[in-house]
């Protein structure tokens, strides 16, 4: 089979099984979405940091024994509404444009605007306890989520030319400055992760909303959002290590915390985006700090193969959200160096040779022995769904 043909299944099946499952899907973090679970912590904390952590990592999916439904994912879907524009861009598929078209209703009705005043969005269908802590609801607006879903809204007026799909896009730019905008103690501004993270920078959060913000500047000519387009991009870069990564977070207290991941795409990502709209002068600045970036990630996190470190210098387990994040932002890349898309392929071939079930789903983990094989919508299918339309759009595949 050419790698081609490869591929052209590989998407097909995936899409299959998306659509048959109606989007419906289990998540690894999803423990708390219990009933049994949530009487069994009764609200204590440690408790349910170690079952979400159990439940993340168990081999065996005991999802069913524990209670715990699929549920449609909101940042899942804004990824799959992200992947079905590019899609329909390439082929004029009527099929995608349908499936564009439901993903976006959905997100419409699941802002969070009659509460917050500006159109924002949650992340999960679920509660949630970090390591640290730290929460997650369905009621509390995150800037991951309502970032990707910004992407999602713009991409799809491009295609639609719905006035609404502007308003909404530029109702969720003002949620992001008005309640996440904040400026760190050396004067850099950044955006908070969500509406209660006081006490901790999350790095790539600032990444992302980047992005989005990349994203809407086409739509308007507003000389705030320039602004604090570039104030991003200096924050980012002030933040960068000498050898060319991001620290994941950094709390008031002064811990720092290091998870060398898919997060160094996401900023990656972002720089290459901000690039064209940054001044002169400024773009040889950015070009440094994305080269520095690169040659980490490049060099670091990945083999020759294609196959990406867990977090490095962790090498074991395999992880589907870093294999699909190496396919977006070396496809990206590309635009400085068509080996980024050769070394792009790379990674998705061997990511479909070896992590991919006959039923077209992609599996979570592969460790050195075994394989977790459990099925996850957001982070595995809706990564990949978006890993291999950034790909086909760049390589300009337009034969469905």
């Given at each position: 089979?050419t ?5 052209d299944?590989?998407?097909r ?11 419906y ?10 009933e ?11 408790l349910?940091i ?7 990592y ?5 999802r ?5 439904e699929?549920g449609?994912?909101?940042?899942g ?5 992200q ?5 329909y ?13 439901e993903?976006?209703?959905f ?5 969070l ?7 924002c ?13 730290s ?14 879903v910004?992407?999602a ?10 006035e ?9 730019y ?11 103690d ?12 006081e006490?901790?920078?999350v790095?790539n ?5 980047l ?6 500047m ?5 000389a ?5 387009a570039?104030?991003?991009?200096e924050?980012?870069m ?8 991001w620290?994941y ?7 720092i ?7 160094q795409?996401?900023i990656l ?6 690039l ?16 520095k970036?690169v ?17 490095y ?25 068509a080996?980024?898309?050769e ?6 071939e061997?990511?479909i040779?070896?992590?991919q079930d ?15 094989k459990?099925?996850?919508m957001?982070?595995?299918a ?8 950034t ?10």
């Amino acid at each position: 089979m050419t790698f081609d043909a490869l591929v052209d299944d590989s998407i097909r099946s995936l899409h299959s099984w998306v659509k048959n499952e109606g989007y419906y899907g289990w998540d690894p973090y999803d423990a708390l979405n219990s009933e049994i679970v949530s009487r069994l912590c009764s609200n204590s904390q440690p408790l349910e940091i170690l079952i979400t952590q159990l439940n993340k990592y168990s081999i065996l999916n005991i999802r069913p024994i524990l209670g715990i439904e699929k549920g449609l994912d909101i940042k899942g879907i804004s990824l799959f509404a992200q992947s079905f524009a590019k899609i329909y861009s390439l082929t004029s598929d009527q099929q995608y444009k349908d499936d564009l078209s439901e993903c976006i209703n959905f997100l419409k009705s699941k802002s969070l605007k009659q509460k917050y005043g500006f159109d924002c969005w949650a992340g999960h269908y679920f509660n949630y306890r970090g390591f640290d802590g730290s929460t997650l609801a369905p009621d509390i607006p995150d800037v991951i989520t309502t970032s990707n879903v910004i992407k999602a809204i713009a991409d799809s007026y491009s295609i639609f030319k719905d006035e609404e799909l502007k308003d909404i896009g530029k109702s969720a730019y003002d949620f992001l400055i008005k309640y996440l905008l904040r400026k760190t103690d050396d004067g850099l501004y950044y955006l908070k992760y969500d509406t209660l993270s006081e006490n901790k920078i999350v790095i790539n959060a600032s990444a992302e909303g980047l992005s989005a913000i990349c994203r809407l500047m086409p739509l308007f000519n507003d000389a705030e959002m320039k602004k604090i387009a570039c104030q991003l991009s200096e924050f980012l870069m002030c933040t960068q290590d000498s050898d060319g990564c991001w620290i994941y977070s950094k709390y008031k207290s002064g811990k720092i915390r290091r998870q060398t991941d898919f997060h160094q795409g996401f900023i990656l990502d972002s720089l290459v985006e901000y690039l064209p709209f940054a001044e002169p002068k400024k773009q040889d600045q950015l070009m440094k700090s994305i080269n520095k970036g690169v040659n980490f990630y490049r060099k670091k996190q990945f083999l020759d193969n294609g196959r990406c470190y867990y977090r490095y210098p962790k090498l074991y387990p395999v992880d589907i959200h870093n294999q699909a994040q190496g396919i977006i932002t070396f496809s990206k890349l590309s635009v400085f160096d068509a080996e980024f898309l050769e070394f792009a392929k790379k990674i998705l071939e061997w990511t479909i040779l070896n992590m991919q079930d006959n039923l077209g789903y992609f599996f979570y983990q592969k460790n050195r022995i075994l394989t977790n094989k459990i099925p996850y919508m957001r982070w595995g299918a809706a990564w990949m769904m978006l890993s291999m339309a950034t790909y086909l759009e760049k390589v300009g595949v337009a034969k469905w």
